[in-house]
């Protein structure tokens, strides 16, 4: 494929077809954007095309499987997240990694183009929307790591002598940390702890969590375990001291 010099280089990568063909229409739009690719989906490699591009738009879930493994250890695009909505905690994450723009996949083809020259020439774009979500939390209290780790727990429906026996710590303990949750949310329950989490992304940050399995079950209390301990040394090493409410 032949590229023209001195128009911006964007890739598009995408496991929707109709997601990847209708972003890929918008950036070949413009006649200052120059289109990589579109490319494939997730199970298959990313093409060296789309990784030498300047901006690349892709995924939530390819976002942070290039952010995580692939572009820490080479130069890259910059990375524009396009998703159908960002919880809080989850755009925040991803600016953290190292995402320079967050879109929502309703965006008018203008505010894509100029989000992509403007991410193109070292700048940051986060659609007014979601400044306006990451905006509604700033200064919250922040859930520390145990609570975090305790609530992705409550998420599985796991009861609280359950999670009481996976952390290592005293039923009254778990009441104690659910209440300050409870607080720090703004919830009356668990359910509503789990509802307010889910969609403002911060159970997202234990991506890694197992299947759910019927509470009680040795295997699970086993397993979670493991992963308890796992996502809490992540989150000490990474310094992660507190997860924003």
Not at 160 to 171: E, F, M, P, Q, T
Not at 198 to 218: F, M
Request: positive net charge; hydrophobic residues 45%.
């Amino acid at each position: 494929m032949l590229h023209s010099p001195g128009r911006l280089s964007v890739g598009v990568l995408h496991e929707s077809e109709v997601i990847r063909q209708g972003l890929a229409a918008m950036v070949s739009g413009h006649q200052g954007l120059d289109l990589r690719g579109p490319g494939v989906g997730q199970g298959t490699p990313v093409p060296e095309e789309l990784l030498s591009a300047r901006v690349l738009l892709t995924s939530q879930d390819l976002a942070l499987e290039l952010l995580d493994q692939l572009l820490p250890c080479r130069e890259g695009p910059a990375i524009i997240v396009v998703a159908s909505s960002f919880g809080d905690q989850a755009a925040r994450a991803l600016i953290r990694k190292g995402a320079r723009g967050l879109l929502l996949l309703s965006v008018a083809c203008d505010e894509l183009q100029q989000a992509v020259l403007r991410v193109g020439a070292g700048r940051r774009h986060i659609t007014p929307p979601v400044a306006s979500v990451m905006a509604e939390h700033v200064g919250a209290p922040g859930l520390t790591c145990r609570e975090a780790t305790l609530l992705e727990l409550l998420a599985r429906g796991m009861s609280n002598k359950a999670i009481a026996r996976v952390l290592g710590i005293s039923d009254g303990t778990v009441k104690t940390h659910a209440r300050s949750i409870f607080s720090k949310l703004g919830a009356s329950n668990r359910t509503q702890a789990v509802a307010m989490a889910g969609k403002r992304g911060i159970l997202k940050l234990g991506a890694d969590l197992l299947d759910a399995q019927p509470d009680g079950d040795p295997s699970l209390v086993s397993d979670v375990f493991s992963w308890a301990n796992r996502v809490t040394r992540g989150r000490q090493l990474a310094g992660v001291q507190s997860v924003a409410a």
